[in-house]
């Protein structure tokens, strides 16, 4: 494969777990404008863990992804109860906040002679990890999209119990699930959780790809495209949000046809397609009829 | 030391004035549709481009530039609310709200590549330096925000509650279904609201960029920001409530910006929003809301 190739592909699977944490809040209901926060925390963590503590990367994803699923609980605790745009501009709150803290994180350690850590606005560089153990750039994104089909495994799993039914029943009607006997705050609270693991997960991947991050990457612009990919792709299926992300980032970023006006394409694109179909292309009415079709 | 608190004091209430004008639009557009509509500050940044444009190609004088101000929001205005919001009347706010985004996006690439510079110069409203009172500086471009945001806040009150259009609108904001059952064009009214909301977010950005003397793509996700941030402290939907809200938030600013810095003020904003929200009191969540 092109290295071209490679690296459209590999920024395809990176979004598709901001766009599958997307999706997995609206599940429950929640639309949230500050999931690029637990993508940030993952990112400046692990990055911190392997390039300025040592840490391998393995051990270094699996702490960032804690991070990710504490620092969500801490947003989602008092946020509970908030619902529509009160929730969303909550968790931007939250997000903006986090970004700044981003801003004001000066910590560096001398690492091989070079001061190493995040500097501010200045950004953080040096998260070499993948490059100085000699990880080739398609072994890493076969390393991406192998974690990204497992949590693609995990979500089909979820979806088929119970869980995955009171997910849902959450979302559509959380008064309703109550009084069947189901503990909302729980659900919700799990899912924020899970939520924040899986966007950390994308950003400490994305930390190592890319090997220097800035707070900027951080922005409300990540959380509301992830947004939009998972609501594009559709609410059906797991496979709708990475469907979202193949669209923008696979067809338009990706051939170089649209350079220049990928966001014209892509922005009337998605409000044509919300136009005739507001759950998005892979709604549950149309997965309904597909497994009705193949069954 | 007072002296400061007093200078404070002023720059604050000139900030608030400006977000007061962007939050007002935010406010008729969220409290008739019930929908945010994350273009608003886009449609913005585009009229004060399209202003900036013409006096860089044409040398245009400043009532020409803040008509073209006003004209390219209420065009861009339109524009956001034929695909996003008149399609989704009825539906869902989630997927209006998303393709409102998707629209911010376009606005924003369009104004780079019409002008693909990082920032433009926009005249600035007088030339001669800043009013002196008796010590304090008042710039008097924060006269002019004042000013407008006044005029502003009674022309909107005129509208909504001297007309049949304000009368029409306040019975939809009231109730959609009942305002449709009684003959109301529900869809005129959210057009006719849209037009006057981005003609307010058009005189606002004319402030805003004549203020800065510049305007860069930034200019979008500013507006709407501040809006938001200043419609959701002061209670989602009320038009007092944006105003109070807006000054607020200009005061607060002011005030941590000179004993923090810059970023410790952006942070402060964001936190008091996120602990008010958490905590809920009774005037940030109206019940209809």
Redesign the interface.
């Known amino acids: 494969m092109d290295d071209y190739l490679i690296g459209v592909l590999t920024n395809i699977g990176l979004f598709g777990f901001m766009a599958l944490s997307a999706y997995l809040l609206l599940l429950a209901g929640e639309m949230s404008f500050g999931q690029q926060a637990f993508f940030g925390v993952g990112a400046y963590s692990g990055g911190m863990l392997t390039a300025m503590l040592g840490w391998p990367l393995p051990a270094a994803a699996l702490a960032a992804m804690a991070m990710g699923a504490l620092a969500a609980l801490i947003v989602a605790l008092p946020t509970l109860r908030l619902r529509g745009l009160y929730f969303a501009m909550a968790t931007l709150a939250a997000a903006e906040m986090a970004r700044i803290g981003f801003e004001l994180l000066h910590w560096q350690v001398v690492v091989a002679g070079e001061p190493t850590g995040p500097d501010g606005t200045q950004g953080f560089r040096g998260i070499r990890w993948v490059f100085e153990n000699g990880v080739e750039p398609g072994t890493y994104l076969a390393i991406i999209w192998t974690l990204l089909a497992m949590v693609v495994g995990l979500f089909i799993a979820m979806e088929r119990s119970r869980l995955g039914a009171a997910l849902r029943g959450v979302g559509e009607d959380p008064e309703l699930s109550a009084s069947l006997g189901l503990n909302v705050i729980r659900v919700k609270l799990a899912v924020a959780a899970a939520a924040g693991a899986l966007a950390a997960l994308g950003g400490v991947l994305y930390a190592h790809h890319n090997t220097y991050i800035e707070p900027r990457n951080f922005d409300i612009m990540l959380g509301v495209h992830s947004l939009a990919y998972a609501l594009i792709g559709g609410l059906g299926t797991v496979f709708g949000p990475l469907l979202g992300v193949l669209v923008d980032i696979g067809l338009l970023e990706g051939s170089r046809v649209f350079q220049g006006y990928r966001m014209i394409v892509f922005g009337g694109l998605v409000a044509l397609l919300l136009m005739v179909r507001p759950r998005g292309l892979l709604d549950e009415g149309t997965v309904q009829w597909i497994k009705r079709r193949f069954s | 030391m007072l002296a400061d608190l007093l200078q404070n004091t002023l720059d604050g209430l000139a900030a608030g004035a400006s977000y007061a004008l962007i939050a007002v639009g935010f406010t008729l557009i ?1 409290g008739v549709l019930r929908r ?1 509509n ?1 273009s608003y500050g886009p449609a913005i940044m585009l009229g004060s481009y399209a202003a900036a444009f013409a006096f860089q190609n044409y040398g245009l004088g400043l009532i020409a530039l803040a008509g073209i101000c006003v004209f390219a929001s209420v065009l861009a205005g339109a524009y956001v609310e034929r ?2 919001f008149a ?2 009347r009825k ?9 409102s ?6 606005l ?3 104004a780079m ?1 019409v002008m693909p510079k990082h920032l433009y110069a926009f005249p600035p409203l007088n030339q001669g330096g800043p009013l002196d009172f008796a010590g304090f500086t008042v710039r008097v471009e924060a006269l002019v925000m004042l000013g407008a945001a006044t005029a502003v806040c009674a022309l909107v009150w005129w509208i909504l509650y001297r007309t049949r259009f304000g009368l029409a609108t306040r019975a939809v904001i009231e109730s959609s279904r009942a305002a449709e059952l009684s003959g109301i064009s529900v869809p005129r009214v959210y057009i006719g609201v849209f037009a006057l909301a981005s003609a307010i977010g058009g005189l606002a950005g004319f402030l805003i960029s004549a203020s800065f003397e510049q305007v860069t793509p930034m200019l979008g ?1 500013w507006s709407t ?1 501040k809006g ?1 941030l200043a419609m ?1 402290l002061g209670g ?1 939907g009320s038009l007092p409530g944006a105003v109070v809200g807006a000054l607020a938030l200009g005061l607060l600013e002011a005030h941590s910006q000179w004993y923090l810095g810059p ?2 003020r ?2 402060i904003a ?2 008091l ?2 602990v008010l ?2 905590i ?1 009191p009774r005037w940030m ?1 109206p019940s209809n ?1």
């Open positions: 969220f945010a994350l695909l996003c399609p989704h539906g869902s706010a989630i997927a209006a709200m998303v393709a985004f998707a629209l911010w996006m376009q924003e690439e369009v590549l996700m920001l938001l959701m989602l970023q410790l952006d942070l964001f936190l929003l996120f929200l958490a809920g969540t809301g």
